[in-house]
């Protein structure tokens, strides 16, 4: 997959409008027809989406030849999406005995590294179900190998991955106070999730079943992690808007020239 299929056309943009570095794997290992096309429609949702709210999007693919710097200056703001599995050692369970999907310890590394600059330098960071793991392992934290019970968060062996889930957002939390309401419904389908809590993290969002869900750093005005997939085609109407567009209203005011921070009414 190249760029040139997940990125919109920029030529209308105002030279300073913010710049936010997007960081995915576009071709990890093992990738199949299906899930090609489905990395593509996730990253390019988020893409164009970033475009509409008024910001320059910027593709870091850590899967490329030649890896982007993972250098944050001159981004204004980062967000880390999702791909295959983490490596197991950098996730901190070892040789599991489960199945694995699209590992890749060069992308791992690349993305680890972007994570930890990005929060060290205070830019507002958003990570997305893989990305969301990925801070919680960047500062620190591990990750389940493989849910069980599963049922709440993927669908089944040979059937449809993503499904409708209920989670709950912790009470004063920056997702409760962005979405002004304790109980959601997203679009998941993840078989890894948060296990042992970076230090600097504090638990954002949990399943029925106590998984959690979304994390937010203890003292970053906005460094979030959602298991879901807002960009998702099926997600429910706004939730990307919503999400990106209080993400971006913590992009510093001198770089927020034609940001728009107001998004459409979530449904469904």
Do not use: K
Not at 70 to 91: H, M, Q
Not at 153 to 168: D, I, M, R, Y
């Amino acid at each position: 997959m190249t760029s040139g299929e997940v990125m919109p056309d920029l030529g209308g943009l105002a030279g300073d409008a913010p710049r936010v570095a997007v960081s995915v794997s576009l071709n990890f290992p093992g990738l199949t027809a299906a899930q090609r096309n489905l990395m593509r429609d996730l990253t390019r949702n988020t893409t164009h989406a970033l475009l509409e709210l008024g910001t320059r999007p910027v593709l870091l693919d850590a899967t490329a030849a030649q890896l982007p710097s993972t250098e944050v200056e001159g981004f204004d703001a980062v967000v880390v999406l999702g791909g295959g599995d983490i490596d197991p050692e950098l996730a901190g369970h070892g040789q599991h005995d489960g199945e694995y999907f699209g590992v890749d310890l060069r992308a791992d590394e690349h993305t680890l590294e972007l994570i930890r600059n990005t929060v060290d330098a205070g830019l507002p960071l958003t990570a997305i179900c893989r990305g969301s793991q990925l801070l919680n392992v960047a500062l620190g934290g591990t990750v389940i190998a493989d849910l069980d019970p599963w049922q709440l968060h993927h669908g089944p062996p040979g059937g449809e991955l993503f499904l409708p889930e209920q989670v709950a957002l912790l009470r004063g939390s920056r997702l409760q106070q962005v979405y002004g309401r304790g109980d959601l419904q997203v679009q998941s389908g993840h078989h890894q999730a948060v296990d042992a809590l970076a230090e600097d993290l504090a638990v954002a969002a949990v399943a029925h079943d106590g998984t959690i869900e979304a994390t937010e750093h203890r003292s970053r005005p906005w460094v979030i992690g959602v298991q879901w997939h807002p960009e998702h085609s099926d997600a429910p109407t706004g939730d990307l808007y919503l999400l990106l567009g209080a993400f971006l209203s913590h992009v510093q005011p001198r770089q927020r020239h034609g940001v728009v921070a107001t998004s459409p009414t979530l449904s469904r």
